[in-house]
């Protein structure tokens, strides 16, 4: 294992963690989410940096692109929640009221 796959690893490893045990807020967890496909984008791009394939070659940018539409409705989520429950705690809201 290099050095560069320890550090992918390790920092997904960290997000995913975090997701986990840090769930009070929401912007945290989106946070960690954030962290999580952008490690995967890079873990992506090094793959197809070190084997030199062309046929995937466009799999890092669809990745990119997800994450940038998961970040701007993360967002609009975290607008939506704080003006329905005037704050961000994952416990105040009730996903199964209509």
């Known amino acids: 294992m290099t050095l560069m796959q320890f550090t992918l690893l390790s920092s ?4 995913m963690l975090g997701m986990t ?12 989410i954030e962290s999580m496909l952008l490690t995967l984008f890079l873990a992506t791009t090094t793959f197809m940096q070190t084997t030199q394939t062309t046929t995937i070659t466009i799999l890092p940018m669809t990745l990119l692109t997800f994450s940038a539409c ?4 993360g967002l ?8 329905t429950y005037a704050s961000d705690h994952l416990n105040t809201m009730n996903l199964l009221q209509c």
Request: overall charge positive; hydrophobic content about 55%; charged content about 10%.
């Open 21 to 32: 045990m840090y769930r009070t807020h929401l912007i945290s967890a989106l946070l960690c």
């Open 12 to 15: 997904f490893t960290l997000s």
């Open 70 to 73: 998961e970040a701007s409705v």
């Open 76 to 83: 609009a989520l975290l607008v939506a929640s704080t003006r």
